[in-house]
């Protein structure tokens, strides 16, 4: 099996490769039709993929691909509402040009996107069949992304995953640790809803349903609903650091920070179809988060 991955150096392509190598991830071991895989890991400065002749030219040099996992993208929400051209240039046509290069040697496409395309205007978990309407650049340029590697390529996965933490990067896991030790106070969101996810979960379901031709959109999430603010309390709390925890609401964290893009209110997913194809193996977000915790030091380090 000849497989590439993009944005191999970030949070989830660092999981993918960590299962890939290792062959087990937290939840299990990883399907056997991966042994003797040969991957080709690359990130920005190898292969940009907002570039399209240089797409091409990649592919044809180093392909013919069975699997591509796009981990690609720009994922500083408020960073991409400073600049959405150059968001939309990663987000979306980057998604165009690979799947435009998969189709063109009949790879399958794993492209990964976001609870960030749903308005988070309904307290209730969101299904793939949910109509989207991002309120963020960030959204707006992922929810681009789908509509156009969809159209580019039939064998294109889109998986949707949320408020994700692996060991390699910076991600707001080690944002709560690191403030924490700092200042011994954290100040979060309290009335933002959606799932914290663990990147070696979602890689491992990645593997998989990458395995099927079930093509389509994919919601992928630890299981359970919370607050940022939980959820940053669950951090401190399992790492076991005493601290001042001051929770906001969304209307204080703005007039604080005016610059920050908006976040849905409510962005809970449902992991529907996973269930229905595969069964649904993702951990409750506690249970992940504890394995993390547990697991930082030794594999990730800090931020
Ligand atoms: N992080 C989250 O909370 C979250 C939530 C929902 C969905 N997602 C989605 O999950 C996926 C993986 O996210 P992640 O957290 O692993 O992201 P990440 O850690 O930010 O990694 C993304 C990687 O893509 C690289 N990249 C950026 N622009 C590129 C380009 N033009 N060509 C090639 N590589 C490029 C980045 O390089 P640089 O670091 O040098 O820019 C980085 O190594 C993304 O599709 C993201 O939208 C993430």
Redesign the pocket.
């Given at each position: 099996m000849n497989i590439l991955i993009?944005?191999?150096?970030?949070?989830?392509?660092n999981e993918l490769r960590r299962l890939l190598e290792t062959g087990y991830a937290e939840i299990g071991a990883i399907p056997a039709a991966y042994e003797g895989a040969q991957v080709d890991y690359v990130?920005?400065d190898v292969?940009?993929?907002?570039n399209a002749p240089a797409v091409e030219i990649w592919f044809d040099e180093h392909g013919p691909y069975d699997i591509v996992f796009?981990?690609?993208?720009?994922?500083n929400v408020d960073g991409c509402e400073a600049d959405e051209a150059r968001a939309y240039?990663?987000?979306a046509a980057?998604a165009e040009n690979l799947a435009l290069a998969a189709a063109s040697c009949g790879a399958k496409l794993v492209h990964?996107?976001?609870?960030?395309v749903f308005p988070g205007d309904v307290p209730e978990s969101r299904t793939e069949d949910d109509p989207v309407c991002p309120v963020s650049a960030y959204g707006r340029t992922?929810w681009a992304g789908e509509v156009l590697a969809q159209a580019a390529c039939d064998r294109v996965f889109i998986v949707?995953?949320?408020?994700?933490y692996?060991y390699v990067?910076?991600?707001f896991v080690k944002t709560m640790l690191r403030l924490v030790r700092e200042s011994g106070k954290i100040s979060v969101v309290a009335d933002q809803m959606g799932n914290p996810t663990s990147?070696n979960d979602l890689a491992y379901e990645m593997l998989k349903i990458a395995l099927t031709d079930e093509y389509g959109t994919y919601h992928c999430t630890n299981n359970g609903t919370c607050s940022w603010f939980d959820f940053a309390s669950a951090i401190v709390d399992g790492a076991g650091v005493p601290c001042e925890k001051e929770p906001l609401s969304s209307q204080e964290y703005k007039r604080r920070f005016p610059q920050s893009a908006d976040r849905p209110q409510y962005s809970s997913l449902c992991n529907k179809r996973l269930e229905a194809t595969l069964g649904d193996e993702m951990r409750p977000w506690q249970k992940a988060l504890a394995s993390y915790l547990n697991n930082l030091a030794e594999r990730g380090g800090t931020e």
């Open positions: 993009t944005g191999a150096r970030g949070q989830l392509g990130d920005f292969l940009d993929i907002s796009n981990c690609a993208a720009a994922t240039h990663v987000n980057g990964v996107s976001t609870d960030y992922k949707r995953t949320a408020w994700l692996g990067g910076k991600n990147a």
